[in-house]
């Protein structure tokens, strides 16, 4: 243990960025996975029978606007020109997503230009805030409805987002949802305005292998913090990609996440495209995967029969389940900040960071970016 100045806790595309910018300055560095895997959520292996890459936790689409991330990523790998296209089922029919003149046009079984259906959408949000009496919108619901009217919303939002945090959205934030984007032309692109975007040729795993193969790194798999935590030289800097609640024995109570479920199944009946969303209530998942129509390098493999779906059930979380999307609100917030004082008086060397450990939602460009800029300043702190 004595010669490593770092220890990195989670071998997610975080921890992983900066025990690689450690490593190619010189410094020893061992990295720790509780998991029996690498990457973290962004975990993908290959079909061996099929070729299909499956994203285990849930479909990734690399997309950034920050040239920095982009030219850092593609040092470990090439990506293919994959453009995220997402539908969303309503009723038995197919929408795209997000809202655009299709969707508005299909749902309305009208034929409006672009200017005619900014004006309907426009006229329909201003009827139904009169009908509500929304003058500041309270909260979720009343948001959605004064941005784009009740039909639009209910159909395209409410159900989906009441699935998806399993609360009325009488009872969710206002804030979460600043605006609807509503696009008045055909542009279909889930992702419009990324600078960049695709999927790893060789998957996403293998970024994370490559990142960590250094003569200054050493990788444990299966190891968890707890189990190490007691026989770890007094200087050691460490980064913790984990949960602080659970660093911290939970003593102040759990901080508060939503999980989700995945129901694999290999079948002929593929989506024909990488995702669709289930707008509606009686469906109680919310996104179908199609993992094979991300492989737009390898066309034999779209082309075969067989698909590999995955269908995404919102859950609970419950204390030390899998923690996916934090519960984002003042009481949260402020929980999460007495563990990190708490956890900074427990663990004077101690870093926290990743998503988890940030207790934040972060796309893996943002986490990435963290990961560089952490990597930076610990680099110029070591030169100081
Ligand atoms: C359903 C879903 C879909 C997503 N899709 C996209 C997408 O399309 N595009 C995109 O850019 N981003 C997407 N994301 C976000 C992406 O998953 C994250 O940006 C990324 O995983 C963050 O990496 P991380 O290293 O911070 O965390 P993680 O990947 O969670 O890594 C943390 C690691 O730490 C380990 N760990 C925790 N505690 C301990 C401990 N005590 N001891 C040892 N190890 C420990 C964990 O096992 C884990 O492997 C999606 C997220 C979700 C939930």
């Known amino acids: 243990m004595d010669k490593?100045?770092?220890?990195i806790v989670g071998a997610g595309i975080f921890g992983s960025t900066v025990a690689e910018r450690l490593a190619s300055a010189g410094n020893k560095v061992l990295v720790i996975e509780r998991r029996a895997h690498l990457a973290g959520n962004i975990y993908s292996y290959t079909d061996k029978e099929?070729?299909?890459?499956?994203?285990?936790?849930?479909?990734?689409?690399?997309?950034?606007?920050?040239?920095?991330?982009?030219?850092?990523?593609?040092?470990?790998?090439?990506?293919?020109?994959?453009?995220?296209?997402?539908?969303?089922?309503?009723?038995?029919r197919l929408y795209p997503m997000p809202i655009n003149l299709d969707t508005v046009n299909l749902l309305y079984g009208t034929d409006m230009n672009s200017e005619e259906a900014k004006k309907f959408v426009s006229e329909e949000a201003e009827r139904d805030r009169k009908k509500y009496g929304i003058v500041e919108p309270k909260n979720f619901e009343e948001k959605g409805i004064s941005l784009v009217g009740e039909k639009l919303y209910t159909v395209f939002l409410k159900n989906y987002t009441e699935k998806q945090w399993n609360m009325p959205a009488t009872k969710i934030s206002a804030k979460i949802l600043s605006r609807i984007p509503v696009r008045f032309s055909h542009d279909n692109r889930y992702f419009m305005t990324a600078k960049h975007q695709g999927i790893p040729m060789d998957g996403y795993t293998k970024i994370v292998e490559r990142m960590l193969d250094s003569?200054?790194?050493?990788?444990?798999?299966?190891?968890?913090?707890?189990?190490?935590?007691?026989?770890?030289?007094?200087?050691?800097?460490?980064i913790y990609c984990g949960q602080v609640d659970e660093l911290c024995n939970y003593e102040l109570g759990v901080l508060p996440w939503r999980s989700l479920r995945f129901e694999e199944e290999r079948t002929?009946?593929?989506?024909?495209?990488?995702?669709?969303n289930e707008a509606d209530k009686n469906v109680p998942y919310t996104r179908t995967h199609d993992y094979k129509y991300y492989q737009v390098h390898q066309p034999e493999v779209i082309q075969q029969k067989i698909s590999y779906i995955a269908r995404e059930y919102p859950a609970d979380f419950e204390k030390g389940g899998e923690a996916y999307y934090p519960v984002d609100?003042?009481?949260?917030?402020?929980?999460?900040?007495?563990?990190?004082?708490?956890?900074?008086?427990?663990?004077?060397?101690?870093?926290l960071g990743g998503r988890l450990g940030a207790y934040q939602y972060w796309d893996m460009d943002v986490a990435i970016k963290n990961a560089l800029d952490l990597a930076k300043e610990l680099l110029h702190e070591h030169d100081e």
């Open 4 to 7: 490593y100045t770092y220890l």
């Open 268 to 276: 002929e009946n593929g989506l024909g495209e990488s995702v669709i």
């Open 50 to 92: 099929t070729g299909i890459e499956i994203h285990k936790y849930g479909s990734h689409i690399f997309h950034t606007e920050i040239d920095e991330v982009w030219d850092y990523i593609r040092k470990f790998m090439k990506f293919n020109d994959y453009v995220h296209i997402v539908d969303t089922r309503h009723n038995g």
């Open 215 to 238: 003569e200054n790194i050493q990788v444990k798999i299966n190891t968890d913090f707890k189990d190490i935590q007691n026989d770890l030289p007094e200087n050691i800097k460490i």
């Open 329 to 351: 609100n003042e009481k949260s917030a402020e929980l999460y900040k007495e563990y990190v004082k708490l956890a900074k008086n427990k663990y004077p060397n101690l870093i």
